[in-house]
Structure formats: structure tokens, C-alpha cells
């Protein structure tokens, strides 16, 4: 493994606690294994238990030798910056009544900095969107401890580490979904909305609603920008709307496949339909 002038393999590694607004702590349990996942995720009993076990989860051995190898190569612009090199866990409203799901963190953007779909373009594109409309707090998501906050709003990945080429493979993604089922379980109370960024988040959502008692149409609806599914829950009164939407990649942001109002007509219509018009 290469490592930059200065460096080791050890050194920027974040270890449980060693970083602003860290979930984890020492004594924080680690899934090894996707079984541990599925123990580990199901016996948390509350959204901070649950963000810290997945903030230290090694149970993908490809995902974390390169979350990790490049948390110690790191990018030329980033070379004298400490990654965080961990999985990165859900973030944002403890109560949403909106959930953002994206694919996996970017290498050195959430892998970066420790917190999804921030430190680079694409998040750029995305919180200058939910700024906009309401959702976030400041208009840009730079780093932990920047003052930025997700309002109403919940953001999680799929996949928590970072995947080599940007593709987990579908272990990976079957290993890591019991996090989100867990989280999904966690705040399902005031959840109105969902918001799928991309195919695969869209995917990825399918069993986990099933799993956590959701009434799934067949057939299964196709991803599509603008997409909308109304769903049925485990309890009397429970619905939920799942909407898709192009994911605000560098490739669709540079072509012109997603737009700047095309992101803020989706979030407009969660926000709407979360009943946060004011």
C-alpha cells in the first residue's frame, strides 16, 4: 500500500471517539460478519446505539480494506486532511418526517469527512437543493461540526463504506441492509416520506420496507425520476409515499440530467406531502 510522505498505515485511521460528534465509542460493539450485522442492528434499542455500531461495522473485508486504503493515499487535494475512513451512518432528524437514501459514500467525499453525500459535487448539488426547499439548515455540507442540520430530515446510504468503482457488490448491499432496516424501524413513527437518489437506493429500499411490515405492490414499480409509490404499513393509519429521483451525480449534474429544479420539484413535492408546507 502506498502512503503519502509523512505517513503510516496506522496514523490517519479514525479510531471510536477520536472525531467531532463521533457516534462510536470504545467499548461500541463491531459486526464482523453480515450475521453479526443482523444481531447487532436488531438488538439496538435506540437511533444512537444504532448509528454507533454502524459507524464502526468491518463485516464487508473488501469495503473495508478500501474505505481504509484510501483514507491513507488520500486525493492530492486532500493529502494533508485526516479521513475518516469509517462507515458512515445515518444522519440528521431523530423524528424526520422525511428520509433521503443514497447509494453508498463517495471515497473521498463521505469517506472523507464522515458524513453522507458531503465534501463533494454531489453534495454540493444536493444540500444547495434541500437549503431551498427546507430541509437543511445552510445551503453547503462541508464537514463535521460545520453547523449544517437536516431539518425534518434524515439522510442514510444503502451501502455505509465506501465501495471501490462505486459499485457494492450484492453482498455487500445484503450484508448492510439490516442497518437500515433497524433505522427504518427506528423513526417509522413520524415518517411520511421517502426519497430514493438513483436506482440503486430504489432497489435496495424493496425488501427492507417488506421487512419492516410495509404491504409491497406487485409487480414491483420501476425507478424513474419522479416516480411515486404510496405504500401501506403495519399499523391502521400507516402510509408512506416513496418517490424517486435521478441521483445528483457529477455525470447527470454535468449532462443536464438533473437539474438544479428538478432536484427542488422533489423535494418540494416530500416536503408537501410530509405535511411541512409551513
Known sequence: MRVPDGGDAAGPLVSPGDWPSDPARSDTPVAGSADEVRQLAGS?????????????????????SWR????????????????????IPGWGSAR???LIVGLAPAAHGGNRTGRIFTGD?????????LY????AAQPASVAAGDGQRLLHARMVAAVRCAPPGNKP?????????????????????????????????WQAMWPVLGQTGFVLPRPRPPFGHGAEVRLKGPGQHDELLLIGCYHPSQQNTFTGRVTPAMLDAIFARARSCAGLET
Open 44 to 64: 439496538a434499542t435506540t437511533l444512537d446505539e444504532l448509528v454507533a455500531r454502524q459507524s464502526v461495522c468491518r463485516a464487508c473485508p473488501r469495503l473495508v
Open 68 to 87: 481504509e486504503e484510501v483514507a491513507v493515499v488520500r486525493r492530492r487535494a486532500f493529502r494533508d486532511e485526516r479521513y475518516w475512513g469509517r462507515p
Open 96 to 98: 424526520p418526517r422525511v
Open 121 to 129: 459535487r454531489s453534495g454540493d448539488f444536493l444540500f444547495a437543493s
Open 132 to 135: 431551498r426547499c427546507g430541509l
Open 169 to 201: 457488490e450484492p453482498a455487500e448491499r445484503d450484508a448492510c441492509a439490516p442497518w437500515l432496516r433497524a433505522e427504518l424501524r427506528l423513526v417509522a413513527a413520524d415518517l411520511r416520506v421517502i426519497v430514493c437518489l438513483g436506482g440503486f437506493a
